[in-house]
């Protein structure tokens, strides 16, 4: 029988680089599923997330950040973070607790602008600034866009962020769960698994490499009879240097990577896992419409 008191929907995070986007949903499911990092574009592809609870389900579509774009990959992750806005049924917009708002919050104001949805913000790390100062945050923001919902929240200890569920119900419709209630999230195994070692080769790395890495999955099986997952992998990078970087003196580095991913991926497989990884160069392969595709980019996306 249909629980008529049910509320599903889809639920987008968005904001600039950096906010707290990640941290903020893992915080919410109460596992690891999006990838967090320091550096600008951790997260490319729309991770949908699961929460589900007696009062219903959020599906959560962690858009990549909207930003200008730059080139092929830039355009792609910025339409699809665009168009992602009016696809879903709460937007919640994660910003710092700042009163000077920048080029890049103006430029996510406007894109909100153009759609009914309804918005609820969230000022993230307000752990960091006085409690009197919060006031004059939430004044700010309010000038600027008519929020469903303003909410102070630090996702880095869990303050308050019971608060944004409860808001999320408040705007969502009535209607089914989609999911089964162990489904965590859509994105099939290997995406996370690559996502998890890109993860922790940017955390291990310099500034001047990140971007331009992707991760492919070459082979991933589990051994018959045994508990042990096999798994292949290639961090693709654009330059020469880079691939030395990233393979380190006598191998160091590239060691260093995989075993801070392993350890993350036997605890999601719940598995032991022999993981492998390789470094090749593909020059520009972020402008090359084959090579976003292949690394798990969608092209119907664009």
């Known amino acids: 029988m249909e629980n008529k008191a049910y509320k599903s929907g889809f639920v987008t ?109 969230v000022i993230n790390k307000v752990d ?44 969502l419709p009535y209607g089914p769960q989609f999911y089964d209630e162990d489904t965590v999230t859509d994105q099939p195994q290997r995406q996370i698994v690559a996502e998890l070692i890109r993860e922790k080769a940017l955390r291990c790395l310099d500034e001047e490499i990140p971007h331009g890495i992707a991760v492919s999955i070459e082979k991933m099986r589990g051994r018959k009879g045994g508990h042990i997952v096999d798994i292949e992998a290639t961090i693709i990078c654009e330059r020469d240097s880079h691939k030395g970087i990233i393979i380190g003196k006598q191998g160091a580095m590239l060691r260093k990577i995989g075993s801070a991913a392993r350890k993350e991926i036997e605890d999601m497989l719940e598995e032991k896992v022999n993981l492998q990884l390789w470094v090749k160069v593909k020059k520009d392969w972020r402008d090359s419409d084959f090579m976003i595709k292949n690394f798990g980019y969608d092209k119907k996306e664009i």
Not at 15 to 33: D, F
Not at 137 to 156: C, G, H, M, N, Q
Not at 166 to 171: V, W
């Open 13 to 121: 995070l968005i904001g600039r680089p950096n906010v707290g986007k990640s941290t903020l949903m893992n915080h919410l499911i109460g596992q690891k599923i999006a990838i967090t990092s320091k550096k600008p574009q951790t997260t490319r592809n729309r991770i949908q997330t699961v929460y589900t609870s007696q009062e219903g389900q959020i599906v959560f579509v962690d858009t990549p950040g909207i930003h200008k774009a730059k080139n092929k990959l830039g355009e792609y992750m910025v339409n699809v973070a665009e168009r992602t806005l009016q696809e879903v049924d709460v937007v919640l917009w994660l910003v710092e607790p700042t009163n000077f708002i920048g080029a890049g919050e103006r430029h996510i104001a406007e894109q909100i602008q153009k759609v009914k949805t309804p918005v609820i913000l």
């Open 128 to 171: 960091t600034i006085k409690k009197e100062e919060i006031l004059s945050v939430i004044d700010t923001y309010r000038k600027i866009y008519e929020f469903a919902e303003i909410i102070p929240v630090s996702a880095l200890k869990g303050d308050n962020t019971q608060t944004i569920l409860e808001m999320i119900f408040k705007y």
